[in-house]
Structure formats: C-alpha cells, structure tokens
C-alpha cells in the first residue's frame, strides 16, 4: 500500500498568469467546495498534500505540465531530509559517509545526489522537509539517533569536518579561477602533493596555461588535483570522469584511491560504472522521480548496489524503481549485419597542425554498430570529421557516394532558436511520428518533457539527449556519432546505446559511436576500432575488429584488466595485482 502522496509544482513552469488557472478549475475538491486543495497564495499555486486526493486531474489540465503528484513508497515515510519549499522536490534519506571508505552515489539525474552531497558537505542545512518552522541542529542530529550520520551531523554541524569539493559543473570553473593554472594550484597545495597530482594525471604541459584556456579534459585534472592537493577530511567528487578517455579515468581514480590510502573518506558520484564499481567500498543507489522526489538507498556493498541499480528492484524497500533491467547479455556476432557495404575507405592519412593520423583501409556494413575506442587528442574526431565530408584526407579515398551522412558533433552547442519540439520535426521530418521515434527515442530518452522548452534553456544532459535524437532522426545511410555519453546519467547512456542499435536494426544502415564508457561500448559495439599512438602528435587507427579483439588490444595499453559478474554478465575492473588481474595478464585476457 502506498504510504503518503506528495504534490510538487515545478516553479519554472508553472505560469498562473498565463494558463487560465484550469487546475483549480476541474480539481473536484475544489469543485465540492474544499477550496484549499489547489490555490493561489500570493500568486503562487500551492496543493495541501492532506486535503489532495490525488485523482490527477490537474496534472492533466496544466497546459505547462508543471504539476506532478505522486504515491511515494510505503517505507520512506517519515524520513524525509530536505524539501525545497512548498511542494518542491523531496529527498528522503540521506548518504553515510563512513572513515577512510569510498562511498559511490548511483541514480539518475534529478533524484538528490547533488542535495545530498550539499547537505553533507554543509552546504545545505536539511529542513526535514519542514518548510515553516525549520529544524534546528539539535533536533536534526535527534532524527538521526542511533544511525551512522549522527555522529557525522553532529561534527558537522560544529564544524568540525573539513570537507573539499570538486564540483561536476566544472565549465563554470574559469568564471571564479582566473590566472595560470601552475600559481592557481601552488597557493593551494596544503598537502605539498602538487608534484606528485602533476606526474599522475600528466598536467606538465598545461602548467603555463591560463585556466580560462583549458579544454575540458584538461580542466578536469586540474579541478581534480586542486580537490587532491587540499587538506580536508571528507573529500566529494561529483562525476570526476567527465570529459576523460579511459587512460585519464584510471589514473583520475589511483589519485582518488590515495585519497583513501591518506585515510581521507570520499564521496563519489559517478556515471561511468566501469569507474564507480572499481572506487567504491560500498553504494547507496538513489531512485525516486526526477525533479519530483529522490530516495537514498541504505548502503549496500559495491557489487550488489551495482546490481541492484541494473535490475531495477531495490529488495530493502521492495520498490521496482525501473520496468527493464539493463542487462549485460554477450552478444555472439549480431544477426543484423549484412554484406552489404554503406562505406568503404582506403588507407587515409591527413595532417592537421603537426598532429598526423593514419587509418587503415576497412569497410563498414549495413546493420551494425563499430565504435571507436582510444584516448582523447589521438584523432578519433578527425577520423568522424572525413567521414562525414568536413574534412578532406591528404591521402586515399572515402567512399562515400551517394551515401548520406548523419552526424552528431562532440560539442554541441544550443544553436538552434526553437523550441526542442520543433527541431526534432525539421530534423526528422516524417520519422517523427514513427513507431520507432515516439517509442525508442523521445520516451526512451525521456525527451517528452522537453518537447515545449527552448533549447537554451536545458541542461547539458538534456542537450546531449535532443543532439543524439536529432542525429538518430534524420534519414541517413550513416550515422556518425561523437560521445553520446557526455553529460548523460547511467540510465540514458544505456538508452542511448539501445535507440541507436534500434535505429538499424534490420536496416541498410550503419552507426559509427566514438565512447569513452567502458559499459556503454559494450552496451553498443558490433566491431571496434582502436586508436592507438601518441595524443597530439600521430595516430593511428585499426581496421574494424570483433569487440573482443579490440577490447583487449585497448585494455593491454591501458594497463587494465576486466572479469564478468557471474550473476549479471556485466564487465568489472579487476584490482591491480589481485588474484583475477594476475590471471587475466598471464592469459593475455584483459577483456573476458
Ligand atoms: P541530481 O544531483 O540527482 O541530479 P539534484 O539534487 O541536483 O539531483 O536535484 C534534485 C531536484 O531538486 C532537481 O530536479 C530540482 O527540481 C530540485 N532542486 C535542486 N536544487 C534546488 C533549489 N535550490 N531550489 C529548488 N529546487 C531545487
Ligand atoms: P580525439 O577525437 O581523439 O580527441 P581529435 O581528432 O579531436 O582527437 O584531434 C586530434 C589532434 O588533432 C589533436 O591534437 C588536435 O589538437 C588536432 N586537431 C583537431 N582538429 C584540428 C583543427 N581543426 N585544426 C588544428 N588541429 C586540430
Ligand atoms: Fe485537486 Fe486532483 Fe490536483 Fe489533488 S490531484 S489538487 S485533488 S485536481
């Protein structure tokens, strides 16, 4: 039975003046003459969740979709943390945060992992979701009598715990940092680590550079290092992989292991699970609906809250926060892929700039997906930008006649003035109300919640969802698709990964997907291609090969080795030197 129902309007939408009010209108309790179920309070809609019944109807009837009411589940009664004002967003539960441990936060986005962490870094004061009369300290530390927060609360609180942030909107960080990097992270080098951060995640060569000139990779080490290098007992990392290939993200996660090893307790909320699965000493997996309320697990060993989070099913709450589990069942060849050529090159080579690349000669078929692996500067773009006719190669031949491109750039850019709706039905065109793009692409991505916004107005996620639609929408033989998992949270990259193996499915058409997500490349992948050489200086490309094949290639000169989760099939980052590394490296198996 459901316990309590909450009533949350969303302020950025909700538009009394101009929607005509039609929720209080039809609200039958209103109707009946309960008339503060659903008011105006100084032009602000407000819902008493005692007196709403819940029946919907003024869900239905907002023109802006600003209200949401929902069942929460029967457990978290009573345990809430935090509410943002009247009928605004819920968390229940909170992290704990336990002495030189790894703590990972897994979810989708907008269900409290970034309040949370604002609450434990004593950032944000938790209301214990009283908005009139908030709690004070005291009475906060009370309501968590007998768990493992009080005694953090409580130091808290007495602002005894020092805690670092390394905050995920890392763009921002040029707007508040300014000068060169090198005295940036000399003035704050209270541990004297400054050198040791330098050699790890290979930052030498930016040192003389003005922070405002990095690129994101780049800025991201050095945000990482600034956490690292300060003195602080709780250190919170909030999605330390962005914008890193798979070399950075391993290097990224030793320094944040000797975090530990300092004895120092993390707070790491992560997307690339390959990353977050290897760090974590335990896992609270938070669910809940975006924007509306978020619920933190209790802590669960690392590999269970995994699998938990890829099943859909939290068993402590008895709540199916997913209808699919994302699972990890191994392909063996994929029966869509015909010997039909949609593109074939030769040996290509181009110079840019003192960087050279050479790709070898290779042919991509209709129905499948190769995805191209290999670390950031070492021409995958490049190689995506011939391709798709941007660039011109010195030597050989594309053959690409004929043959229509769609493509999705690594950076993407709110350009366009209309609303998200509109550019999808330009792009589109009538595959916008086909099967396959009402169900596999705007409700799999959860795009219809911004069909009506304009695109300036949405996060860097949503974007990415509207760019990998756009793209997937177009009628193309070729799809060309360039990072697709940047900004998304775990549940959308794997969704991505499944619109885009749909889109040709059984088609004459072919994907190619440059990823960094160690789980989404095998989530996605056909063939692999491998990217190998030096960053900024040459590169050089396989042919397209079994997944298998290149997977091991790449992880041999990663350094890293992988074993299978016997219940879920799903790849796990083996310790290094552990039993299960030292038998994989003597196998020459990296990737199982
Ligand atoms: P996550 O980090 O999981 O994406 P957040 O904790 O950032 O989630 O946000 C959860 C929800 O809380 C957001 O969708 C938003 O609706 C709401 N929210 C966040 N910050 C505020 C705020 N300062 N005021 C009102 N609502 C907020
Ligand atoms: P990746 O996609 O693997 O990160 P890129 O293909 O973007 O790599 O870049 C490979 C190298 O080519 C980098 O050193 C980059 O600086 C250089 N490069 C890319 N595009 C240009 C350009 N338009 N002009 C000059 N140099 C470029
Ligand atoms: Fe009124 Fe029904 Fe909306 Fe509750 S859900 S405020 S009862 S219209």
């Known amino acids: 039975m459901p316990a309590k129902r909450i009533a949350v309007v969303d302020r950025d939408r909700c538009n009394p003046r101009k929607c005509g009010l039609e929720c209080i209108k039809y609200c039958p309790e209103v109707r009946m003459g309960v008339e503060d179920t659903i008011k105006l309070v100084d032009s602000t809609l407000v819902i008493d969740e005692e007196l709403c019944t819940g029946c919907g109807i003024c869900v239905k009837k907002c023109p802006f979709s600003a209200i949401s009411i929902v069942n929460l589940p029967a457990p978290v009664e009573g345990e809430e943390v935090h509410r943002y004002g009247i009928n605004g967003f819920t968390l229940f539960r909170l992290p704990v945060v336990r002495p030189k441990k790894i703590v990972g936060l897994v979810g989708p986005n907008g269900v409290g992992k970034t309040t949370s962490i604002s609450i434990l870094s004593g950032n944000l004061k938790p209301n214990l979701g009283r908005i009139d009369e908030e709690p004070d300290w005291e009475e906060i530390i009370k309501r968590f009598r007998g768990s493992e927060l009080q005694e953090y609360l409580r130091r808290l609180s007495n602002g005894e715990v020092t805690v670092i942030n390394k905050p995920e909107r890392i763009d921002k960080i ?106 974590s000493d335990y896992i609270h997996v938070l669910y809940g609906e975006p924007g509306v309320y978020g619920v933190v697990s209790y802590p669960h060993s690392t590999r269970e809250g995994i699998n938990i989070f890829l099943d859909g099913y939290l068993p402590d709450d008895n709540v199916r926060f997913r209808d699919e589990p994302i699972s990890f069942l191994q392909r063996v060849g994929s029966p869509d892929i015909s010997e039909k050529i949609v593109v074939s090159y030769t040996k290509l080579a181009k110079k840019l700039n003192g960087f050279s690349l050479h790709v070898e000669e290779g042919e991509i078929h209709s129905g499948e997906v190769v995805v191209v692996v290999g670390p950031n500067g070492i021409g995958k773009t490049t190689f995506v930008r011939i391709l798709a006719g941007e660039l011109k190669p010195d030597d050989g031949i594309v053959l690409t006649e004929g043959v229509k491109v769609s493509y999705k750039p690594q950076h993407v850019k709110p350009t366009y003035e209309g609303t998200v709706e509109s550019l999808l039905r330009k792009a589109a065109g009538s595959n916008y109300s086909s099967p396959y793009f009402r169900t596999e692409v705007i409700k799999r991505l959860g795009i219809e919640k911004l069909l009506d916004r304009y695109l300036d107005e949405i996060s860097g996620g949503e974007l990415q969802k509207v760019a990998i639609a756009t793209c997937l929408g177009r009628e193309a033989d070729i799809y060309l698709i360039d990072e697709p998992s940047a900004f998304l949270d775990v549940e959308a990259r794997f969704a991505a990964a499944k619109a885009i193996r749909r889109r040709i499915k059984g088609e004459d058409r072919a994907v190619i997907v440059v990823e960094h997500d160690l789980l989404t490349i095998e989530a996605a992948a056909d063939r692999i291609m491998v990217f190998r050489g030096t960053p900024g200086r040459e590169g050089h490309a396989s042919k397209p090969m079994d997944p298998r094949k290149g997977l091991n290639i790449f992880l041999r000169d990663v350094d890293i080795t992988f074993r299978r989760d016997p219940e879920t099939g799903r790849p796990r980052v083996n310790k290094p030197g552990s039993k299960m590394d030292q038998l994989a490296r003597a196998r020459g198996r990296y990737y199982p």
């Open 174 to 279: 040029p707007k508040v940092v300014k000068g060169k990097v090198k005295l940036v992270l000399e003035k704050i080098d209270e541990r004297n680590l400054l050198d040791e951060a330098i050699d790890l995640l290979s930052l030498r060569e930016v040192l003389d550079r003005e922070i405002k000139e990095l690129s994101g990779g780049e800025l991201q080490r050095v945000a990482l290092t600034a956490a690292y290098i300060r003195e602080g007992d709780v250190y919170v990392l909030d999605e330390p992989s962005n914008y890193l290939d798979v070399y950075q993200r391993m290097n990224a996660a030793k320094l944040i292991r000797r975090l530990q090893e300092a004895g120092r307790s993390v707070i790491l909320v992560e997307h690339d699970l390959a990353v977050l699965d290897y760090l």
